[in-house]
């Protein structure tokens, strides 16, 4: 049989990318490669990226495998339906296929669940046959150590930064929750013998030439042992090489030297989010906002090019998000940032509890490629995380962001140069958007305020009737600020002491949210332990503001013991409850 197999490409998307673009970031995927590899000797085989080369819809075939993603998905369908309406079988796999094998089989005559090298040959032989039974899945995990070497010389080999792609590991041993990696490979993470890598990379470098190998591991730090022996073997090939991983390499001063010694030159790390409660929202306890700055920092000492992934839109992202995370990208010199879009894809456990709480507002798969607004989010609107996706890219590859990043003393200065520039190339074809409204209220009002302030005594706001303490008390402010609804009402919620100068500072703020658009400024004493009388003072006795802002500030869980005094004296509005409305 002649058969062809098929990697779709975006149709329509601003972030499709020109034949410049891809040889400047791209390399080839290896699910059809190794399908290839697989096929009997006595089939005629060949492989179509349509990232990098045109689709001859017309060529003369018997037999079509289309991989799928979830974007990629309706150009899938298309190409199907083609080669069907002409008579010619089609099998689909992939990650969409696996995951929503009912949907992809309307489209196809038989859909491959899960990993292919197991069921491919009985594939082949039923599509020979005329009797392809619709849905075919290994029953076994696939033996890593019997897959065989990629048909990468069926690609367009020089369309791509590099077409030389190996795979040493499969799965992940963690499980965000928006990731499909773990869904599809069933919760596994098996890794191929180190040997048969070193092997492949030496054919790679007899064949082509090859100097740079792209690892298309979904996390190749995610066994140590396994990865400082991979590394170990590595070092006399002398190549250099890219990879994804998780940052807890950072942790291991060995493996970090192992990994520059054997030419690791760049790395995709998931970041995601600057918040910890984000963190074990998503479930990637892993990562530790506390230590990103110490973990980045030692990743560039060795040699190594972080491109970093962030994700917009968790439940716990406000609208401040955007702008903090540029800030942290330019700071801590991230030379190749990417930021995505929350995207709940198919299977997902975040797929299914947004469309549980009636949350997906958009199933078109094509827009399924983490630069879309495809669901409602928490604390801002589809519009606002929009806008702001598209201002981060805007500002960060701005030409003065790119030179702050990039222009240091790292190696390999002109290979970074030049994936900013084919980043800035598609950046500029997408809309600029903007920084949300109220970012800076969000990015200036948080703060931890010291005290400078000799507190011998105060009022314990714990304790019942407010008494005096001379206990010891915390001596600092916590200000932390969220959106309260649609309206542009604010809450500052307070931890820790209020002392005169968080006190001081604390009318600034307020001050300072107004003129920023705040509607009302609510203040949450809840969790305020204690107020010394010089914060009192200056809180309640300056009659000029108190007159001017006493109808847009509220005051709540204020100990109701000198509640009535506050109201007396500021005419604020005070509540006791833990919420407003």
């Not at 396994?226 to 002398?238: G, H, M, S, V, W």
């Not at 003065?400 to 002109?414: D, E, K, N, T, W």
């Not at 990015?443 to 005096?468: C, F």
């Not at 309260?484 to 600034?508: H, N, Y």
Request: proline share 5%.
């Amino acid at each position: 049989m002649k058969i062809k197999l098929i990697d779709p490409a975006l149709k329509g998307s601003h972030m499709r990318h020109t034949g410049k673009e891809v040889r400047a970031i791209w390399f080839p995927r290896l699910s059809l490669p190794i399908i290839a590899a697989l096929t009997p000797p006595e089939h005629e085989v060949s492989i179509t990226d349509e990232t990098v080369e045109a689709l001859d819809l017309n060529e003369p075939v018997d037999l079509v495998g289309i991989g799928t993603m979830s974007t990629y998905i309706p150009r899938a369908y298309e190409i199907a339906e083609t080669y069907r309406a002409k008579g010619v079988p089609v099998v689909m796999g992939g990650i969409h296929a696996s995951l929503m094998p009912d949907e992809a089989l309307a489209h196809a005559d038989a859909v491959v669940v899960g990993e292919a090298e197991n069921v491919w040959g009985k594939v082949i032989e039923d599509a020979q046959h005329g009797r392809m039974k619709g849905i075919y899945k290994s029953e076994k995990p696939v033996d890593m150590s019997r897959i065989p070497m990629p048909r990468l010389d069926l690609l367009k080999r020089d369309r791509y930064m590099t077409a030389n792609s190996l795979q040493t590991t499969r799965g992940c041993p963690f499980s965000c929750d928006f990731c499909s990696v773990t869904e599809f490979f069933g919760n596994t993470y098996r890794f191929r013998p180190v040997e048969q890598v070193a092997a492949e990379v030496r054919q790679l470098k007899e064949r082509f030439n090859a100097k740079f190998v792209a690892f298309v591991d979904d996390n190749i730090v995610g066994n140590r042992k396994y990865a400082r022996e991979l590394f170990t073997a590595l070092i006399p090939l002398k190549i250099k090489w890219g990879s994804q991983g998780s940052l807890t390499m950072a942790k291991d001063d060995e493996l970090l030297k192992l990994a520059m010694m054997s030419g690791c030159v760049s790395m995709f790390v998931g970041i995601e989010s600057l918040s910890d409660e984000t963190l074990k929202a998503a479930n990637k306890k892993i990562n530790k906002v506390s230590e990103y700055e110490e973990s980045i920092r030692k990743i560039h000492d060795h040699g190594i090019m972080i491109n970093a992934g962030f994700i917009f839109g968790f439940d716990t992202d406000d609208e401040g998000v955007f702008e903090r995370t540029v800030r942290f990208v330019q700071k801590n010199r991230i030379a190749l940032p990417t930021y995505h879009i929350l995207t709940p894809l198919p299977g997902t456990k975040l797929f299914h509890k947004l469309q549980d709480q009636g949350r997906i507002f958009d199933y078109d798969w094509g827009k399924y490629n983490s630069g879309n607004a495809v669901f409602y989010p928490k604390l801002m609107t589809p519009e606002t995380l929009q806008e702001g996706y598209f201002w981060a890219f805007h500002e960060t590859y701005k030409i003065s962001s790119i030179a702050r990043r990039v222009l240091h003393p790292q190696p390999r200065l002109f290979p970074r140069l030049a994936l900013n520039y084919g980043y800035r190339r598609i950046v500029e074809r997408s809309p600029e958007g903007k920084v949300p409204r109220f970012s800076k209220i969000f990015n200036r009002i948080p703060e931890i305020i010291h005290s400078k302030e000799k507190i011998t005594a105060a009022l314990d706001h714990t304790a019942k009737g407010a008494v005096e303490t001379s206990a010891k008390i915390m001596d600092f402010l916590r200000i932390r600020i969220r959106k309260i609804g649609t309206e542009p009402v604010f809450q500052l919620d307070l931890q820790g002491v209020l002392d005169k100068v968080s006190a001081r500072k604390l009318w600034s703020k307020s001050r300072q949210a107004i003129r920023q658009g705040a509607k009302t400024v609510i203040i949450n004493f809840q969790e305020v332990r204690a107020i010394t009388p010089m914060a009192f003072k200056i809180l309640l006795f300056r009659k000029r503001m108190i007159k001017r802002y006493k109808k847009r500030i509220q005051l709540i869980n204020i100990d109701p013991r000198y509640a009535e005094v506050i109201r007396g004296i500021t005419g604020f509005q005070i509540y006791h409850g833990k919420e407003t409305h």
